[in-house]
């Protein structure tokens, strides 16, 4: 059974108290429930296929069911060790572009990530701009980040034309959590503002990005970015301490995706 989430849940005052007064202005724009089982919904999905990015190991598989497959109401992403065109593993990348993309609000996934010595799946955001103006300057959320080799920690990170890794200067946070993550399903979210990004672990609010001069150089989050789920194996941070080839195969785990605007008009 899914969880409910925090939003729209009986809360206790204690509870209620420490919500966002903001909270009960969301309203549910977009989700996927993962109810139907087989290959995500094609009216919600799109996939990435090949080798795309940062020397990372896996081939990204479109339609696979080996893959990507929902089964009892889950999205499993699952990376394979094996021998697949010219790559030793395999896994999927699921995105939205094309599909759906938003201009602020609150996207929340609840999710079971995967474990051990390679494994680096995330839930992020990148401009639909993209092809038009590039990476970085298409703007990047990182709403959640796991590397293996660093069990106990969740990672976020935003990126931009003028903050980003490449120069040193990105703006993020490490947040260390008592359980690795991958022991249980946890809530990701972000919730996006015209003049912040507030980023969550569960109900723990564990970065916030103001707002900073520069323009678009430093926000280019006033146009609308698209989501993207993939657990990619290896590469230039994942690969840092190698791949533990005894772990495969591993999954990672989305029960739900849900999408809230203040004001819905907004959506894209």
Wanted: hydrophobic fraction near 35%.
């Amino acid at each position: 059974m899914k969880q409910t989430t925090r939003l729209l849940a009986p809360m206790i005052l204690s509870t209620l108290f420490a919500l966002p007064l903001h909270a009960a202005d969301w309203q549910l724009v977009w989700s996927d429930e993962f109810d139907r089982p087989g290959l995500a919904n094609p009216e919600k999905w799109n996939y990435e296929e090949g080798f795309i990015r940062n020397r990372e190991a896996q081939y990204y598989t479109k339609a696979r069911l080996e893959n990507a497959e929902v089964e009892d109401g889950r999205l499993v992403i699952q990376a394979i060790k094996e021998d697949f065109k010219t790559a030793k593993y395999t896994s999927a990348s699921l995105h939205t572009w094309g599909k759906a993309a938003w201009t602020y609000g609150r996207i929340e996934v609840r999710a079971k990530l995967p474990q051990g010595r390679g494994v680096w799946p995330a839930i992020w955001t990148l401009g639909t701009n993209r092809r038009e103006v590039g990476w970085p300057a298409c703007g990047e959320i990182d709403i959640m980040e796991f590397v293996g080799f660093d069990p106990n920690t969740v990672h976020v990170n935003v990126h931009t034309r003028d903050l980003n890794h490449n120069k040193g200067n990105n703006r993020g946070a490490k947040h260390k959590v008592e359980r690795p993550p991958f022991e249980d399903f946890h809530v990701y979210a972000l919730e996006w503002f015209e003049d912040r990004m507030e980023f969550y672990f569960d109900e723990t609010k564990i970065f916030t990005f103001t707002k900073e001069p520069g323009g678009e150089g430093t926000w280019p989050f006033d146009k609308p970015q698209y989501l993207i789920l993939n657990l990619a194996i290896g590469g230039a941070w994942g690969g840092q301490q190698g791949i533990d080839d005894t772990i495969f195969p591993q999954r990672y785990e989305i029960d739900y995706v849900r999408v809230y605007q203040e004001n819905p008009k907004k959506s894209e």
